[in-house]
């Protein structure tokens, strides 16, 4: 069975909440609209990666029982993740952002989380990499966060769609998302990247 190519590389199963099948699409034309800009975006940085090197998608969309999973295993998933490609999530009312967007949050654009295969990249080298080719225009993301989890040890790049190819520039102003960001506590805390 072929499978549906969201990019010459990458498939649309990769960007499916976790347990999907290999079949998985995209369940309106906004996801997939939001699954085609990520994938020819991450497309772009595979291609400037070294020979024999490749990206795998690690997580795409989320589910509740995605979230709930990553909590259990001592990530700090936010309520406001563009991983949740646009499904509105509840927000908490001691929260700001509560104020700002009310009771649901709606307005996530579509993320993915990666790290490298192929070679000796470390993840820290393709963050590097893609952070390059958004500042020099290649590449059009509106979030890239290295992270790091040292209860596991685990390192990966986050990759976020530019919310300006799916939203309206009023929106994206109450967003106000910074661009280049670095976790090493799992997510808990969060510093600005500048190359």
């Not at 490609?85 to 654009?109: E, T």
């Not at 300006?164 to 106000?176: E, F, N, Y």
Request: aromatic share 12%; hydrophobic share 35%.
């Amino acid at each position: 069975m072929a499978y549906k190519k969201a990019s010459e590389h990458f498939f649309f199963y990769e960007f499916s909440p976790s347990g999907s099948s290999h079949d998985w699409l995209p369940p309106n034309y906004v996801v997939e609209k939001m699954i085609r800009s990520l994938a020819s975006n991450l497309q772009i940085v595979r291609d400037n990666m070294p020979a024999n090197s490749f990206l795998i998608i690690t997580s795409g969309m989320r589910s509740l029982d995605d979230t709930l999973r990553l909590i259990k295993n001592g990530y700090h998933p936010s309520a406001t993740s563009d991983h949740n490609y646009g499904m509105p999530v509840s927000i908490d009312q001691q929260s700001p952002k509560y104020k700002i967007f009310g009771q649901y949050y709606s307005y996530s654009v579509g993320a993915v989380d990666c790290i490298p295969g192929g070679t000796n990249s470390t993840a820290f080298d393709v963050f590097k990499l893609a952070v390059r080719l958004t500042k020099e225009n290649k590449t059009k993301f509106g979030q890239v966060i290295y992270e790091e989890n040292p209860q596991t040890g685990s390192k990966w790049i986050h990759f976020g769609n530019d919310p300006l190819t799916i939203l309206s520039p009023d929106i994206v102003k109450l967003i106000a998302r910074e661009q280049f960001l670095k976790s090493v506590d799992g997510g808990k805390t969060y510093q600005s990247y500048t190359a």
